[in-house]
Structure formats: structure tokens, C-alpha cells
């Protein structure tokens, strides 16, 4: 009996591997990418309104330089985050976070706090569906409030004492800061072993002349550099947590 109940479970896991890497991821990707795209174009609505139906023209000139400080200010940011949140969110989740936002001081937190507490891999389907169970609730969520503080805001921060008013600065510090200690709650010896590297990212970006300039670009660039060689490693290769199976998708 208990042979036949573990064939029945090896085959169930192999299915549900199946449908996940066959059927499950290649739809997320076909429908992020549709509302990706239709995201990107409903973006220019606004503008394609000013220009040819209100007929607001500003020299050419304008548009240039606005598009190379744009590009020059962000051109860093594009590049880094998208690998670097994908690493924590898995496909759906980094879908949703781009068109939802407040990717690195919500959906992040959210993401780690659900995978931390249900000891659950992001490499794995377990890890990636369950994160995108609770970045898709926190999206809804985050609609709820906003309308609720758009219809009510100024009322509402009106009766707030000013220490919580003041208090709001240091949420983006406390998110940082929480995520952190659930990662060397979770996994000590290889958190404080990860301290030294950082460490050494920290002085050089804060300190070095050169690279102070880019400081935010070499914290983030340094830390993805330094991950792709612990997972080119034997370090990296190990089992995902819980026995999840791990899943390769192209």
C-alpha cells in the first residue's frame, strides 16, 4: 500500500511540474508581455492628446534634451533592477510589479515575507505561484488604499498626530530593514559569511572617488556579479528548500 501511495505522489509531482513548466509559465509570459505592451503604448495616450488633438508643440529641441536626461538618469536602473527583482519575484510577480509599481519598497517585502514564512524557494513552482498569490493581493490591496486616501486623504491626515505624519519618512528604512533580518533569521550562517562582501560594497561605493559617482549602480551591479558566480558554483547548485523540484524555464 505505502508503494503504491508513493508512486501516486511521484507522479502527481511530476505532473504538476509538467503542466507548470508546459502550460502554467508559458501563458504568464504571453499575457505579461500583451500587457506589457498595451501598458507601454497607453502610456503615450497622454501626450498623443496634448500634440495632435489639443495641438501643444514644443520645439524639437525640448523633447531631445528631456529624452537624453531621462535615458542618462535612469539608463542604470533599467538595466540593474529588472535581473535583480526578477531574482526575488519570479516571472508573474515581476509582470504585475512593473505595471503595479512600487516594486523594490512593496511587492519585494511582500514577496519575501510570503516565501520566508512558507519556506518556499522562488526557483521552484511552489515558491513562484505562491508569490504571485500575494504580490497579486497586495496590488489589490494598494488599489483599495489609494482610493480610499484619494477620496479621503486630507481628511484623514489632517486628525494624524505629526509624529506619524514625520514617522512616514523612515517606512522605505524599515521595509529594507525587516527584509534584511528575515533573510539572516532564515539562514544565519551563510548571512553573516555575506556580510563581509557587503561590507567591502559599501565602503568602496560610499568611499572610492570614481565609483562614489555611481555608487547606487555599483551596490546593485557588484551583489548581481558576485550572485552569478556562487550559483556558477557548487555553492550555488545545491537542492532548493522543502524538496521542491526545481524548474528551468527558457
Not at 149 to 162: D, E, K, R, T, W
Request: with cysteine; net charge neutral.
Amino acid at each position: 500500500m505505502d508503494n503504491n501511495v508513493n508512486k501516486t505522489e511521484v507522479i502527481d509531482e511530476a505532473e504538476v511540474v509538467r503542466e507548470y513548466a508546459e502550460e502554467y509559465m508559458p501563458k504568464v509570459h504571453r499575457i505579461g508581455r500583451l500587457t506589457t505592451v498595451l501598458s507601454f503604448v497607453l502610456a503615450f495616450v497622454p501626450v498623443f492628446y496634448l500634440l495632435v488633438i489639443r495641438g501643444y508643440m514644443a520645439p524639437m529641441s525640448v523633447y531631445v534634451d528631456v529624452i537624453i536626461a531621462v535615458v542618462a538618469y535612469n539608463i542604470g536602473a533599467w538595466i540593474i533592477n529588472p535581473p535583480a527583482h526578477f531574482t526575488v519575484l519570479g516571472a508573474a510577480s515581476t509582470y504585475m510589479s512593473y505595471l503595479a509599481g512600487n516594486v523594490a519598497n512593496m511587492r519585494i517585502p511582500v514577496a519575501m515575507s510570503v516565501q520566508y514564512s512558507t519556506k518556499s524557494d522562488i526557483n521552484t513552482p511552489k515558491g513562484q505561484i505562491i508569490t504571485t498569490i500575494g504580490v497579486a493581493t497586495t496590488v489589490v490591496v494598494n488599489l483599495i488604499i489609494v482610493f480610499i486616501c484619494v477620496i479621503a486623504g486630507s481628511a484623514i491626515l489632517n486628525i494624524l498626530p505629526q509624529a506619524v505624519i514625520t514617522s512616514f519618512k523612515y517606512i522605505t528604512a524599515t521595509l529594507f530593514g525587516s527584509m534584511l533580518m528575515m533573510k539572516i533569521v532564515s539562514d544565519p550562517k551563510h548571512s553573516f559569511q555575506y556580510m563581509i562582501p557587503a561590507v567591502v560594497v559599501f565602503v568602496i561605493s560610499r568611499f572610492v572617488p570614481f565609483v562614489k559617482t555611481y555608487g547606487t549602480g555599483f551596490s546593485i551591479l557588484i551583489p548581481i556579479i558576485f550572485a552569478y558566480l556562487l550559483f556558477r558554483t557548487t555553492e550555488g547548485k545545491k537542492a532548493a528548500p522543502d524538496d521542491q523540484t526545481p524548474v528551468d524555464i527558457d
